[in-house]
């Protein structure tokens, strides 16, 4: 897919995202000088292991991160710094212009209500509609996601499957129409044609009301499928990002590289070593210890550059946005 | 070649209700061998019947028709020692790495255990658990710390370096890399294989993932409704 977004104009900008937390065995880096935009209508996925600081970049966004967090960085979205906000204002932003599914389904939603008024809440809290049609338009979003039985909107969460309760999500986070839609791990608990269909929906239903989805994810085939750009994360650092496709046929890093090696279709090929701590990172570059293509300047942080990108992707008239975080380049 | 464990027209079924019994069928007539030194796989839709069929090959499930024989016998007429021997020469992995081991006892602790059940004298146990740690890839400084305080790949070979103490012929490994990452999927599927190698291992692995049993498997059978497909 050739990303016809790639000039679009940025609608969320991510500049400086620094995340850490205090913890009794030291201070946990969690995200350190994220940078990335995410423009009008497009898909970004932000991909890594897990642990390496996604879910804590999208918690952050929303200001839904513990105390014990101490953040740094801007996060502008419609002329207004995210961070900078007050609770309640970040209370009417959240849900009706910026949503988010969370990972884990069957913590999200209330055991005790049931689905289709969880859903219908929404509307009825964000726009003022009233509770037969909100409960009806729920109804419509869950059949739309594959939950057909009329019976559906009137069970609990605790008699659905971790797959159908991940629906009952995606529909609530898109019933109001949001500018943006972060999904954090959306097709976790769905099996591989699940997933799919799933994931094919909400994309569709994306489209349609003319959201941009950061989509965080360790499934790169997922993020590859469904994503215009893809962005590669590693021990809390952004260290490539560019257009998914080329990501995937030409990666730069060697970090990026070895992931895709692990893949099935290249063989199951391991990266050597294991994830570095976070509250210790290794000092520059933080892959240098497991890298192949090691030398003495990676002891010493690089920063991101623009890469031009070659062959079918390079583009005379539009910016490709590749950049990547290693001295190779 | 040596079949070590075998299914003979293995089936299993449920019943469900006090007074109106219903009668559940979830495996029928399954015939399978498990060959030392070979992989077989095992794949089929969530609900088929994977997990069900393999924990009865581990004898954690009485099967209701059928028999398992382990070198020839009939695993549920062993008794006594031969029926331990046996327990400990099939074991299994599970899916999830860190609610295999217990989550407030240290690594060393829950690799400790398996060596007093064992009757392992206690100056034999740094030596065993030094080797045990190099052969799954493990530091270690890991030896002090907690399920919760390490990876759920390296949970994942604490458990199997925990099953592999008790020197066994069969593993069933059941999506032992699902709830993993890639990158870590990786180390644990090409560990399999070069222990497999190493030690003539026979393994039994469940996935619903095509790609990790075209890697893995000699041999692959596909459940349907509770039988070959």
Not at chain 1, 47 to 65: D, F, H, P, R, W
Not at chain 1, 155 to 160: D, G
């Amino acid at each position: 897919m050739s990303s016809p977004l790639a000039n679009a104009a940025p609608l969320l900008q991510i500049e400086g995202l620094s995340v850490s937390f205090e913890t009794p065995l030291g201070r946990v880096k969690a995200a350190q000088d994220v940078c990335f935009d995410l423009r009008e209508g497009e898909t970004l996925a932000l991909v890594g292991e897990t642990g390496c600081g996604k879910s804590v970049v999208a918690s952050a966004i929303m200001k839904l991160l513990p105390h014990n967090a101490s953040v740094q960085g801007r996060a502008v979205f419609a002329g207004r710094d995210l961070l900078a906000l007050g609770e309640k204002e970040m209370a009417r932003t959240r849900g009706s212009e910026i949503a988010i599914v969370f990972q884990n389904p069957s913590l999200s939603l209330n055991p005790i209500i049931r689905v289709g008024k969880q859903i219908a809440e929404m509307l009825q809290v964000h726009k003022g509609i009233s509770r037969t049609r909100s409960l009806q338009m729920a109804e419509d979003m869950l059949s739309r996601l594959g939950l057909v039985k009329k019976e559906t909107a009137s069970m609990y969460p605790f008699q659905f499957s971790g797959g159908m309760n991940q629906r009952v999500m995606i529909a609530t986070s898109m019933i109001l129409s949001p500018r943006i839609i972060i999904a954090d791990e959306p097709s976790k608990g769905l099996d591989g044609v699940l997933a799919g269909e799933v994931m094919a929906e909400m994309a569709r239903i994306k489209d349609q009301v003319g959201a941009s989805l950061l989509l965080i994810t360790h499934d790169l085939l997922l993020a590859r499928d469904i994503s215009d750009r893809m962005a590669v994360m590693y021990c809390g650092e952004i260290v490539e990002i560019g257009k998914s496709r080329e990501v995937f046929s030409e990666p730069l890093h060697p970090y990026t590289n070895a992931l895709l090696s692990c893949l099935p279709e290249r063989g199951f090929q391991p990266i050597p070593g294991s994830s570095p701590s976070m509250i210790e990172p290794p000092a520059g570059c933080k892959f240098h210890p497991r890298c192949p293509q090691k030398q003495d300047k990676c002891m010493r942080r690089p920063e991101m550059v623009q890469v031009e990108s070659s062959g079918e992707f390079s583009g005379a008239n539009e910016s490709t946005g590749r950049e990547v975080r290693c001295w190779l380049y | 070649m040596l079949a070590v464990l075998k299914a003979e027209e293995v089936g299993k079924a449920y019943e469900s209700g006090l007074i109106f019994k219903k009668r559940h069928i979830a495996l029928r007539g399954i015939t399978l061998e498990m060959v030392e030194g070979k992989t077989l796989g095992l794949m089929g839709v969530s609900g088929s019947g994977k997990t069900t069929l393999g924990m009865m090959l581990a004898g954690l499930e009485k099967p209701s028709s059928g028999r398992v024989l382990f070198a020839g016998e009939d695993i549920w007429r062993l008794r006594g020692r031969e029926f331990l021997a046996f327990r400990r020469q099939v074991q299994m992995v599970f899916q999830d790495p860190e609610g295999s081991l217990n989550p407030r006892k240290s690594i060393e602790r829950s690799i400790h255990e398996v060596l007093g059940l064992l009757k392992i004298p206690q100056r034999e146990w740094l030596k065993r658990t030094g080797e045990i740690l190099e052969m799954v890839g493990l530091p270690e400084e890991l030896l002090c710390r907690y399920p919760a305080q390490i990876s759920g790949g390296q949970c994942q070979r604490v458990a199997l370096g925990r099953v592999l103490l008790l020197h066994p012929r069969v593993i069933i490994l059941d999506e032992p890399t699902s709830a993993l990452d890639i990158s870590v999927q990786a180390q644990i599927l090409n560990l399999l294989k070069d222990l497999q190698q190493e030690l003539g291992l026979a393994y039994l692995l469940i996935s619903h993932q095509p790609e990790v049993i075209r890697f893995m498997s000699h041999e692959t059978i596909v459940l349907e409704r509770g039988g070959i497909s």
